[in-house]
């Protein structure tokens, strides 16, 4: 876990995987925390760098400012502070119930920073005003602890109780641990937005997962939320309540990475564009040397450029069947055993990406076993002019 400072306010925040991959932006529903992601993470951070982050007074971050207004801009601002933090200019976004409605602030607002969202279990509108103003007095006159027994039970579906027996347990303890007034304003905010008629149609590509058993945001809502954004695809999970990354992590995830590579630009036996090729190659190579070596082409070398940005980048490194970290490795070896000058293009690459000295250390060792102890003898000096060791 780790902390950032957002506009005077402690933030806490999750990052994992490395920054040559595409961002994701978890957001968790009220009265939860980032953990509720937690079964996802595995499947996901191969492939992706991952971000959550606790809600204003829940898990580790700290409360909103008692006299400061509290908008859904307001989180959907706090999100893209979180993406600068982890160098991103743009993100696929997910998330669930009052994570839903950021994700719609940020369709409706800030669309450039998009690459995808995955709604789940939310709506355009949640409730009804009255509802949420009453509960938010409830929890600031009787304190979320005396309402846990309350609340939690709802969020589960019938199925998920019993298979999970201490599932509404342990969550009644956190949400006993979150900020009453944090919650109570996150209620009053709920109460106030509205996204009727004020999202955009297909500039984006949404998902939404809506769950059977829901009670707080039936598939009915997630329907009417479908039709507000111009025919979106929903897919409905049997058996699941309203938090589908805790009643059916393997399904979720599996969407998820079939939804969010469907946005890379790869589709296996399909050709990989120039476009989507060159994305990849400024991830991991860095946006200023993929820049200079354009620039320095000509019209001798320029269709060399072409053919190595869409076969090597595109049909190679934006395959996501090895990770980045694990091509940069394969690279490294080969370059070493091979002696060629772009070893040293791609050690620094091993940086960007997060090689540690320990695994830079038996790749190159293979490379003296399976190639020669002089090419392992060469890269390693080569490594250590480049700030290894």
């Known amino acids: 876990m780790s902390f950032c400072t957002i506009n005077g306010r402690t933030v806490s925040y999750r990052l994992l995987g ?11 529903p009220l009265g939860m925390n980032q953990s509720v992601w937690d079964e996802l993470l595995t499947p996901l951070v191969r492939h992706f760098r991952i971000l959550s982050w606790d809600l204003p007074g829940h898990g580790s971050s700290a409360p909103w400012p ?35 409605v950021i994700g719609q602030q940020l369709l409706a607002k800030h669309s450039e920073h998009l690459l995808s969202a995955t709604l789940t279990n939310t709506g355009a509108v949640i409730g009804a005003p009255d509802m949420w103003q009453a ?9 979320l602890n005396a ?32 900020d009453g007034e944090s919650y109570a304003r996150l209620c009053e905010l709920l109460g106030a937005t509205s996204f009727m008629d004020a999202l955009p149609k297909g500039d984006v590509p949404v998902h939404l997962i809506a769950g059977a058993d829901d009670v707080s945001t039936p598939p009915e809502t997630l329907e009417a939320l479908a039709k507000e954004l111009g025919g979106a695809p929903i897919e409905l999970l049997k058996e699941v309540g309203h938090v589908p990354a805790l009643e059916a992590p393997d399904a979720f995830a599996t969407l998820l990475q079939r939804w969010l590579s469907d946005n890379t630009g790869y589709v296996p036996g399909e050709p990989v564009s120039y476009a989507s090729g060159l994305e990849t190659r400024k991830r991991v190579l860095g946006a200023e040397h993929v820049e200079r070596a354009s620039a320095r082409a000509s019209s001798f070398d320029a269709p060399f450029q072409n053919m190595i ?7 190679l490194w934006s395959n996501p ?5 694990e091509r940069s490795m394969i690279t490294t070896a080969i370059l070493a055993a091979l002696g060629r000058e772009e070893l040293e293009l791609h050690l620094r690459t091993a940086q960007r990406i997060g090689l540690s000295e320990a695994e830079l250390r038996q790749v190159l060792m293979h490379v003296a076993v399976y190639a020669g102890v002089p090419a392992a003898n060469h890269a390693f000096a080569l490594a250590r002019q480049h700030g290894w060791g």
């Open 309 to 315: 940005t869409r076969l090597a980048w595109g049909e």
């Open 147 to 178: 309402l846990v027994d309350e609340f939690v039970p709802r969020w589960f579906s019938a199925h998920s109780h019993h298979q999970h027996e201490a599932l509404a347990a342990g969550w009644k303890v956190a949400l006993g641990r979150t």
């Open 18 to 28: 490395d920054k040559t991959q595409s961002l994701v932006i978890l957001a968790h």
């Open 135 to 143: 509960r938010a007095e409830r929890v600031r006159s009787e304190g």
């Open 66 to 100: 008692e006299h400061q207004p509290l908008g859904v801009a307001d989180l959907a601002q706090e999100v893209i502070a979180l993406a600068e933090v982890a160098g991103a200019s743009r993100f696929h976004f997910v998330g669930t119930s009052i994570g839903g």
């Open 321 to 325: 069947d090895l990770t980045h970290r």
